[in-house]
């Protein structure tokens, strides 16, 4: 099955973006692009709705222009790549994560043209982040032009959240052709006055972080041999702290969908909340692909 690359459009600058970077990821992946509008209301509601109209919407003449125009421009900035477009009577969200379940990958913007300037990423796109049945890459407007070189970054915590992640991350750093860089993030030394308890902590945190990484580049050397692996232990007052300052030398952050003090019912936990909202490059969420 040649699952596409999906991305929602809606001819938001984010959406755009957010194309640009779904055009690149479907070339490195041979697959074709689906370039997708859902034409109704986040809700599932159209709008405008008359009242005494009970029918769904027909899709949008313009949207459909829309969609058109921009897979055009992408097949001309992108040779050999191969573009579908669809309109689709459901909320966005809703819509991205139903075509996430024959997807290789869903490409979001975080905000979309109902978004709002404060929230840095919008409610399809969290949604869609946190619901996927594949993985979902998150990218914002200002990020363009698109890195290219520098190495993938993945956070290490022993989770099976993680063990996702690490294996995503090294298959796009392969991709790529890039470094992929294992993190894990310890914690601060900040508040202990007691030089014993200092060297005891810095003890355990180090014995663990090595044990951790290196139990991750094991599982990555076996399936990539040749991909170039760093290890780099951070040691700073929170994980997400951690992964976003490092995300600033980074062309892509790998994130799990949950680490060790995740809830069962939370399909985003709060690290990689933080990391999809304040990463200095773009952050690939990882859903396994149902």
């Not at 508040?191 to 290196?214: F, M």
Request: charged letters at 15%; a negative charge; aromatic letters at 2%.
């Amino acid at each position: 099955m040649n699952r596409p690359v999906v991305v929602g459009v809606d001819g938001s600058p984010s959406s755009l973006v957010a194309a640009e970077h779904a055009a690149r990821a479907a070339l490195l992946r041979s697959r074709p692009l689906l370039l997708v509008h859902g034409y109704l209301h986040a809700s599932g509601y159209g709008v405008p709705l008359n009242p005494y109209d009970v029918g769904v919407p027909v899709p949008s003449e313009e949207a459909q222009k829309m969609l058109e125009r921009t897979a055009a421009e992408l097949i001309g900035r992108w040779p050999g790549l191969a573009v579908e477009v669809r309109q689709v009577a459901g909320g966005p969200g809703v819509t991205m994560i139903e075509e996430s379940r024959g997807a290789e990958l869903v490409v979001v913007g975080s905000r979309g043209l109902g978004g709002f300037a404060g929230l840095l990423l919008g409610s399809v796109g969290a949604q869609v982040a946190a619901h996927a049945h594949c993985p979902v890459l998150v990218v914002r407007p200002d990020e363009q032009p698109i890195p290219v070189d520098a190495p993938v970054l993945v956070g290490v915590d022993g989770s099976e959240s993680s063990r996702l992640a690490v294996g995503l991350g090294a298959d796009e750093a392969a991709l790529r052709d890039v470094p992929l860089v294992l993190v894990h993030v310890g914690p601060a030394d900040g508040g202990r006055t007691v030089p014993e308890e200092i060297e005891e902590s810095q003890a355990v945190y180090q014995a663990e972080a090595v044990r951790l990484l290196a139990d991750a580049s094991t599982g990555v050397r076996a399936g990539h041999p040749d991909l170039v692996v760093r290890e780099h232990p951070v040691r700073t007052a929170g994980a997400a702290q951690g992964l976003i300052e490092a995300s600033g030398t980074a062309s892509l952050l790998v994130v799990g969908t949950r680490g060790r003090a995740g809830f069962a019912g939370l399909l985003l936990g709060s690290v990689s909340q933080a990391a999809i909202q304040h990463a200095h490059c773009p952050v690939l969420v990882a859903h396994p692909v149902s």
